[in-house]
């Protein structure tokens, strides 16, 4: 019994120290939604499976493998995200066909815009210096894997930036958990040095207002959606002309089976 309610009482310092993280770095939506959350026990339950199967992965950050392939710079920007404090950087992985893709994305989009998003509220997107949480004005060049045919090497140099990312917003505030907030640093305390009890519940409610999956890939790329809000996020008509006709979520969408084989000309077509 005792077990129990120390258990419950870490809980319940946890959600009021999410309150005050709240109040104090205005996090938004996210913590407002884990301030209500209720668990229920198949929740906890696959948690702790999850917590159970974990082991720890050593990444080697010199990594070069003769003759040709070495890994780039790590994606610095990903460490202002609470979902590194546990999920790989970079985080997609278990695709072999679309992971590198997918990884390339987390150097404009926010983890919350694809995997955050609730059905009973409207979020708007906008461009947000991830260091401090400030949204940005839009513009072109925020497209920076895109730039204008005659745009000049040096200009396209300037605009690389990989801190400044599409976010999720709430009535003028980013939903985003910062991972500077107390609840984070909670997070990583509990993580460190909490039951496993503690952890599974902690991990469930963490993940409660997410999607496993983020959206298709044509939820953006496509003429026919969107997604996002393209123009009004400062994109021109030639990079939103290049970011509907992408040619590799055409392929995507023609070869969704993982045993059909990849051909060159295939992705030309």
Known sequence: MIKVFNMYFRMMIVLILSTISSSIFAEGLYLQILNKTV????????????????????????????????????????????????????????????????????????????????????????????????????????????????????????????????????????VVLRKQSVFAKETT??????????????RALLHAPLKKEGPECQECHDKQKNFLDLEGLGATAYQIEKIQNNIITQFFSRYKDKQQRIRIMSILR
């Open 189 to 202: 305390r509990l993580w460190e040095q909490g039951t496993l009890d503690e952890k599974s519940q902690h």
């Open 39 to 174: 668990l229920n026990a198949e929740q906890i339950q696959k948690s702790k499976q999850k917590i159970e199967k974990y082991k720890p992965i050593k990444v080697h950050e010199e990594l070069v493998v003769p003759p040709f392939h070495k890994r780039g710079q790590m994606n610095a920007s990903l460490e202002h995200s609470i979902c590194t404090g546990c999920h790989l950087s970079p985080p997609h992985t278990k695709s072999d066909r679309t992971r590198t893709f997918m990884n390339m994305h987390t150097k404009f989009i926010a983890c919350e815009t694809c995997h955050f998003r609730p059905e009973t509220v409207k979020l708007s997107y906008r461009w947000e210096d991830v260091r401090d949480g400030k949204p940005l004005q839009a513009k072109q060049k925020l497209f920076r894997q895109i730039a204008e045919p005659e745009e000049k090497p040096e200009e396209r140099t300037k605009s690389l930036h990989s801190f400044y990312k599409i976010t999720p917003f709430y009535q003028k505030e980013s």
